[in-house]
């Protein structure tokens, strides 16, 4: 019978993820089966579990809009509470705070599982709550630069601004290629300006690793 895990187990995975992901990033050498035979030896579990508990973090990684460990697709089936604890850990970890996401969309998803539902009341008055989040202060120099670049046309797909906005400018948003949570820079050798469309695919799609690649060849001013 699995027995719930320890808030230690769980800090103990998620700091070693960290850890993997962080060489993959950086391109360092590393061994997954090292990672889980140590979490296997420090508490009472298989590194089977461990991996398997590895590809939960992989799910919360990619609802947060982040890049996962190759190799580790994202499993799916973790309880709301679990991947709000994974998301509060990860945060504690980079010792910054984006607007929690993970529980709810793992809500979401479990709802959407059960068939013959009624239509939700919902919330007259929804409640509001104040999230403190961290962000980086990004150059106002950078996103005009690479807005101007850019003349009103997406730098990814290569299609028009979708819309004008209202003041009328056309709308594209500025992306940065490496995550500045994950040490990108906040440069136009990492920055370009997207289409909302490209912008969520970059972050959330099945193929965002590769879109990500072959915007390096595609603009040259990019650094890997
Ligand atoms: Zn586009
Ligand atoms: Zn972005």
Request: some cysteine; hydrophobic content about 35%; overall charge positive.
């Given at each position: 019978?699995?027995?719930?895990w320890?808030?230690?187990e769980l800090e ?213």
């Amino acid at each position: 019978m699995p027995t719930k895990w320890t808030q230690g187990e769980l800090e103990a995975s998620v700091a070693a993820y960290m850890e993997m992901r962080r060489n993959e990033l950086n391109g360092v050498e590393y061994s997954k089966q090292a990672y889980y035979r140590d979490l296997s030896n420090r508490f009472d579990r298989s590194a089977k579990a461990f991996e398997y508990r590895m590809q939960n973090i992989s799910y919360v990684f990619s609802i947060m809009g982040r890049r996962w460990i190759n190799g580790l697709p994202p499993a799916k089936n973790v309880g709301i509470n679990v991947a709000r604890d994974i998301e509060n850990i990860i945060n504690r970890l980079e010792k910054r705070r984006d607007a929690p996401v993970a529980s709810f969309e793992v809500e979401v998803a479990n709802i959407r599982k059960k068939k013959d539902r009624l239509p939700p009341r919902g919330n007259e008055k929804p409640s509001a709550i104040d999230v403190t989040t961290t962000r980086f202060m990004r150059s106002a120099e950078v996103v005009a630069w690479v807005l101007d670049l850019a003349n009103g046309t997406c730098e990814c797909c290569g299609k028009q601004a979708p819309f004008m906005r209202d003041h009328g400018t056309p709308f594209l948003e500025v992306h940065h290629l490496k995550r500045l949570a994950d040490g990108g820079s906040d440069t136009i050798s990492n920055a370009i300006a997207i289409c909302p469309n490209c912008h969520r695919e970059l972050h959330y799609g099945a193929d965002k690793d590769q879109r990500r690649l072959v915007m390096y060849d595609l603009l040259e001013r990019l650094v890997e």
